[in-house]
């Protein structure tokens, strides 16, 4: 599967999100990762569907969505209308995970469930037929600039393989923290092939750079 690299808007600048969201188009960026935090699921706050919608017209690349909020049943819906492509909930987050990613696919958009580091992934083999994309947490949800977990790379091998045993290899393994050219290497190794990076791109002298040296 080809490598695809989905910057974090979360370490953006905030001020001016629309031209974050254009800046990484014209730097070659495959999608656009839209980190949405509750205050609840995770201690820390940040946007909801008014600004995805505010900067959807700002490119055409698709956003990836990424909810870590509580009851996400609730709300999917908003998302998808405000621009989502694809949805992630968290499993940790949803009392009845399949209906929730039902729901997001049969909204028309692409489905994803996301693991917490401490999370088994023993549900994994009974909602394949139900995910277009499993996000494995490298960091503990909630902030950007944390350090790379390196027990994660385990769980991408163990996800990999049971994707392929179950003849599902166009599942996405989607990996998300602390992730820089040397952890992406790794991840790719074991699996993954959807790089979210927020610090590694942002920190670089200009995103066009960060994202060329994930490349
Ligand atoms: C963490 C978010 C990440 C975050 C990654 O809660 O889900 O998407 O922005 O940031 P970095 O790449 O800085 O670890
Ligand atoms: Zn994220």
Same mark, same amino acid.
């Given at each position: 599967?080809?490598?695809?690299?989905? +910057?974090?808007?979360?370490?953006?600048?905030?001020a001016n999100m629309g031209?974050? !969201?254009?800046?990484?188009?014209? $730097? &070659? *960026? @495959?999608?656009?990762?839209?980190?949405?935090?509750?205050?609840?699921?995770?201690?820390?706050?940040?946007?909801?569907?008014?600004?995805?919608?505010?900067?959807?017209?700002?490119?055409?690349? +698709?956003?990836?969505?990424?909810?870590?909020?509580?009851?996400?049943?609730?709300? !999917?819906?908003?998302?998808?209308? $405000? &621009? *989502? @492509?694809?949805?992630?909930?968290?499993?940790?987050?949803?009392?009845?995970?399949?209906?929730?990613?039902?729901?997001?696919?049969?909204?028309?958009?692409?489905?994803?469930?996301?693991?917490? +580091?401490?999370?088994?992934?023993?549900?994994?083999?009974?909602?394949?037929?139900? !995910?277009?994309?499993?996000l494995v947490m490298t960091v503990n949800p909630?902030?950007?600039?944390?350090?790379?977990?390196?027990?994660?790379?385990?769980?991408?091998?163990?996800?990999?393989?049971?994707?392929?045993?179950?003849?599902?290899?166009?599942?996405?393994?989607?990996?998300?923290?602390?992730?820089?050219?040397?952890?992406?290497?790794?991840?790719?190794?074991?699996?993954?092939?959807?790089?979210?990076?927020?610090?590694?791109?942002?920190?670089?002298?200009?995103?066009?750079?960060?994202?060329?040296?994930?490349?």
């Amino acid at each position: 599967m080809p490598i695809q690299i989905a +910057p974090s808007i979360l370490s953006g600048d905030f001020a001016n999100m629309g031209q974050t !969201v254009k800046a990484l188009d014209l $730097a &070659g *960026a @495959d999608m656009i990762h839209i980190d949405v935090m509750d205050g609840r699921f995770v201690p820390n706050l940040t946007f909801g569907p008014p600004l995805i919608a505010a900067i959807r017209e700002y490119t055409s690349l +698709p956003f990836d969505v990424h909810l870590m909020i509580a009851e996400p049943e609730r709300s !999917v819906a908003d998302y998808i209308k $405000a &621009g *989502a @492509d694809r949805v992630t909930v968290h499993a940790e987050a949803c009392l009845h995970l399949q209906r929730t990613l039902a729901l997001i696919r049969d909204a028309g958009v692409k489905a994803g469930v996301a693991f917490n +580091p401490a999370t088994a992934v023993d549900a994994l083999p009974y909602i394949l037929d139900d !995910v277009d994309l499993v996000l494995v947490m490298t960091v503990n949800p909630g902030f950007g600039g944390q350090s790379f977990l390196a027990p994660m790379l385990h769980k991408m091998r163990a996800v990999r393989q049971m994707l392929r045993d179950r003849g599902r290899d166009q599942t996405h393994i989607e990996v998300d923290g602390g992730i820089n050219d040397r952890t992406a290497k790794q991840c790719i190794a074991a699996g993954a092939d959807v790089l979210v990076a927020g610090s590694h791109v942002f920190s670089a002298p200009t995103v066009a750079q960060g994202i060329a040296s994930l490349r």
